[in-house]
């Protein structure tokens, strides 16, 4: 039981390159969810979704994309990328119902140049 | 205004110390709430819920005041391994999604 797994651990983008960050569990959660961590924010939640072909947006959406195609993934893209997206990216995942109770992954620290 | 507020700290206190720190919120609406740690450079995970009785959990106190919006977290006889970062996490009634706060840095100190 891997539980949530992100890749890749660490990524240097150019300002207007794209890429997709990639999550996926496999504890059968409806619940998944992309947050990221700037220092002094806390974490700020991007986009959820509450099961596959579902998603809505969360508190700073602009400049990302996901799609769920299945139950275990939920990719990240970032269509092009800014400094400003530079930070700390976390996936989470949990039971529908049980949000407070959110198995985050190991995160993906982007930096943008 | 943030909807979640804490104090970022960094508190430093020497070990077997109490350290208590408090974290406000806006919304009136919030239902749940909860203390999430994380490790320096890790993820965060769930420490415990806050229940409207006040609930313990080991060394670890947490405390709801619902009338002034605000939650409590107390650690008692502090110890190395709990230098973290506390992040207050409230669920508003209804919403499918959790507001951080910024988190309170801690570091006990030998």
């Known amino acids: 039981n891997a539980g949530v797994t992100q890749t890749p651990k660490f990524q240097v983008l150019k300002t207007g390159q794209s890429m997709t960050l990639q999550c996926a569990q496999d504890?059968?959660?409806?619940?998944m969810s992309w947050y990221r961590q700037d220092p002094g924010m806390g974490l700020r939640l991007i986009h959820y979704?509450?099961?596959?072909?579902?998603?809505d947006q969360g508190e700073v959406p602009n400049g990302y994309n996901v799609s769920r195609s299945t139950t275990e993934d939920f990719p990240l893209r970032l269509l092009s990328a800014a400094p400003s997206q530079t930070s700390v990216y976390f996936c989470?995942?949990?039971?529908?119902?049980?949000?407070?109770?959110?198995?985050f992954g190991p995160g993906t620290r982007l930096l943008v140049l | 205004r943030k909807e979640v507020e804490q104090d970022p700290g960094p508190f430093n206190v020497p070990e077997g110390a109490t350290v208590a720190f408090n974290c406000t919120y806006s919304n009136s609406a919030s239902q749940s709430f909860f203390w999430y740690r994380q490790d320096c450079r890790k993820e965060p995970k769930l420490l415990m819920s806050?229940?409207?009785s006040g609930n313990e959990d080991g060394r670890f106190t947490a405390q709801l005041n619902r009338a002034s919006q605000y939650i409590s977290l107390l650690i008692r006889d502090s110890k190395l391994s709990d230098s973290a970062t506390y992040l207050c996490?409230?669920?508003?009634?209804?919403?499918?999604?959790?507001?951080f706060g910024q988190g309170t840095r801690l570091t006990i100190n030998p």
């Open positions: 979704s509450v099961g596959a072909g579902i998603t």
């Open positions: 504890m059968n959660h409806e619940y």
């Open positions: 806050v229940y409207s």
């Open positions: 989470a995942s949990s039971y529908l119902g049980q949000e407070e109770t959110q198995y």
């Open positions: 996490v409230v669920k508003v009634q209804g919403a499918q999604k959790l507001v």
